[in-house]
């Protein structure tokens, strides 16, 4: 099982600049794995990018619990960004 490596992956995407480390948190957030999809949507908060915050809304209705509340912190942090930024 390769899932932990994937969760790993995911963690260290977080802190990448690259435009194309989003892209592929993106595309991890449909991983079967529970924990990657956990780690995806932590390291979308941790990036701190609003433009991420329709995938990690998404993520609001995945199958597990974890998921789903580490979605929803995700989207308040990512809303207050929104929202600071407009003041």
């Known amino acids: 099982d390769a899932s932990p490596v994937r969760a790993l992956a995911a963690e260290r995407l977080a802190r990448d600049p690259d435009p194309k480390s989003a892209d592929a948190l993106i595309q991890s957030r449909?991983?079967?794995?529970?924990?990657?999809?956990?780690?995806?949507?932590?390291?979308?908060?941790?990036?701190?990018?609003?433009?991420?915050?329709?995938p990690a809304i998404a993520l609001m209705d995945d199958e597990n619990d974890n998921v789903r509340y580490d979605a929803a912190a995700t989207v308040?942090?990512?809303s207050r960004l929104r929202s600071a930024r407009k003041k």
């Not at 079967?32 to 329709?54: F, P, Y």
């Open 30 to 54: 449909f991983d079967k794995k529970w924990q990657v999809r956990a780690a995806v949507v932590n390291a979308i908060a941790e990036r701190r990018d609003r433009s991420l915050l329709d």
């Open 76 to 78: 308040v942090t990512l």
